[in-house]
């Protein structure tokens, strides 16, 4: 697991206690429409994706996240979706550090590169059709992958409003 200089400061402060990550993730997708999935050291599939850095904007980590991983230069084009706060996004890494993941997943177009994987946390890259994609290691809704899906993933539940004042708001006058 590669970590960055800001993550590794606050894991010597808080040990392995769980850590809420901004990150962002890449669907990267080939003429085919297949999406691309990184296989990790720890055997299990996932998007390309990887933590914020302080001070980096979201669409600027994922261009940076996508290349130290797969090689591939690319342009993010629009938000798939935000996902986070459920226990699908919480994850132990092997060494004990816990970790729960705010995610912004971006769709993203390859302008350049060279598919290859950059990093020790990568062991294979492949792309699969969506009917073909392995389970993922955070569970974004397998709707998100399909080649038809053009709106923004944000998980939302009505009980979140409260009581009836929030839903009979009116502007003042």
């Given at each position: 697991m590669s970590i960055s200089a800001y993550l590794s400061g606050l894991r010597d402060r808080v040990g392995h206690h769980l850590l809420m990550v901004p990150s962002v993730?890449?669907?990267?997708?080939?003429?085919?429409?297949?999406?691309?999935?990184?296989?990790?050291?720890?055997?299990?599939?996932?998007?390309?994706?990887?933590?914020?850095?302080?001070?980096?904007?979201?669409?600027q980590a994922v261009v940076r996240e996508v290349r130290e991983e797969t090689g591939l230069h690319v342009r993010p084009r629009r938000i798939v979706g935000v996902f986070g706060g459920n226990p699908g996004f919480r994850y132990t890494y092997s060494n004990g550090d816990e970790v729960?993941?705010?995610?912004?997943?971006?769709?993203?177009?390859?302008?350049g590169g060279t598919l290859l994987a950059q990093d020790d946390e990568t062991i294979e890259l492949r792309f699969f059709p969506f009917q073909e994609m392995p389970p993922l290691g955070l569970s974004y809704p397998r709707a998100v992958f399909s080649p038809s899906y053009q709106e923004s993933y944000f998980q939302w539940n009505d009980y979140w409003l409260g009581g009836n004042e929030a839903r009979s708001f009116q502007p003042a006058p």
């Open positions: 993730a890449a669907v990267i997708r080939n003429p085919e429409g297949e999406v691309l999935l990184q296989r990790t050291a720890s055997g299990a599939w996932s998007l390309p994706a990887g933590a914020i850095d302080p001070g980096e904007a979201p669409a729960e993941y705010f995610c912004v997943m971006f769709d993203c177009e390859v302008l």
